[in-house]
C-alpha cells in the first residue's frame, strides 16, 4: 500500500502541476481572457506553475 501511495504522489502531482500549467497557457489565448487583458495574469500563473514543478 506504502508503494502505491508513493508512486501516486511522486508521479501523480507533478502531472497535475504540469497539466494545470498547460491548461493555463491555452486558456491565456481565449478571446474572453484577451478581452479583459487578463493574459498576462494567465501566462504567470503558468510559469509560476512550471517552476513549481521543476523543484
Known amino acids: 500500500m506504502e508503494f502505491i501511495l ?3 504522489f ?3 502531482l507533478p502531472f497535475l502541476i ?3 500549467a498547460l ?4 486558456m491565456a489565448a481565449l ?7 487578463l493574459s ?3 501566462i504567470g500563473l503558468g510559469v509560476n506553475l512550471f517552476t513549481v514543478a521543476q523543484n
Open 18 to 20: 504540469i497539466g494545470t
Open 23 to 26: 491548461f493555463l497557457f491555452i
Open 31 to 37: 478571446p474572453k481572457i484577451r478581452n479583459k487583458n
Open 6 to 8: 508513493y508512486f501516486v
Open 40 to 42: 498576462f495574469v494567465m
Open 10 to 12: 511522486y508521479f501523480g
